[in-house]
Antibody, heavy 121, light 108 residues
């Protein structure tokens, strides 16, 4: 069965970096893009960007360009998302999701369980 | 504009029908997908494309679209449908992904 399993919760100080992992299983990793979405406490879903697991191409939301890097390791079927220069408003649950599509739309059919990143001095 | 707009909150009586809407220019070019999120859980897709339900999603969930508005309809709402619902699409110029602000559904 398809699974996306993320790394555990992190506590970081302002200015530090965090790298969250998302290990995929149950399907051919390079056949599907991975998207990263975050959710601040009590807030909605915020798209951060996607990565092609086949080519490594990325597309980041404007507000994260220059501060976020998404990568993959196809030898371990794992996607990574690194955020640098953390601020308190980066405190959120970070989700990875597998992107599927049909002829009319894109959608996210499997999600990781989420990783809570807390930024606090 | 490259935004998706949802009503923040909607309520429905148990067993009645409720429609949750999502407005945005990108919906003229892409069908939306809809996600249900219960507290403390990851989102889960309930509708995608023209009106497709993943396996395991009850047939009381349906989707429709007209112009710049997408709708998620729950026919015969159940207590377990109480959750946050998010619409999702793509910005047609940048291929960036858009999420609506979410609608909190209360089943009375």
């Amino acid at each position: 069965q398809v699974q996306l399993v993320q790394s555990g919760a992190e506590v970081k100080k302002p200015g530090a970096s965090v790298k969250v992992s998302c290990k995929a299983s149950g399907y051919t990793f390079t056949n599907y893009y991975i998207t990263w979405v975050r959710q601040a406490p009590g807030q909605g879903l915020e798209w951060m960007g996607w990565i092609s697991t086949y080519s490594g191409d990325t597309n980041y939301a404007q507000k994260f360009q220059g501060r976020v890097t998404m990568t993959t390791d196809t030898s371990t079927n794992t996607a990574y998302m690194e955020v640098r220069s953390l601020r308190s408003d980066d405190t959120a649950v970070y989700f990875c999701a597998r992107e599927s599509h049909d002829s009319s739309t894109y959608y996210y059919d499997y999600w990781g369980q989420g990783t809570l990143v807390t930024v606090s001095s | 504009s490259s935004e998706l707009t949802q009503d923040p909150a909607v309520s429905v009586a148990l067993g009645q029908t409720v429609r949750i809407t999502c407005q945005g220019d990108s919906l003229r070019n892409y069908f939306s997908s809809w996600y249900q999120q219960r507290p403390g859980q990851a989102p889960a897709v309930v509708i995608y494309g023209k009106n497709n339900r993943p396996s395991g999603i009850p047939d009381r969930f349906s989707g429709s679209s007209s112009g710049n508005t997408a709708s998620l309809t729950i026919t015969g709402a159940q207590a377990e449908d109480e959750a946050d619902y998010y619409c999702n699409s793509r910005d047609t110029s940048s291929y960036h992904v858009l999420f609506g602000g979410g609608t909190k559904l209360t089943v009375l």
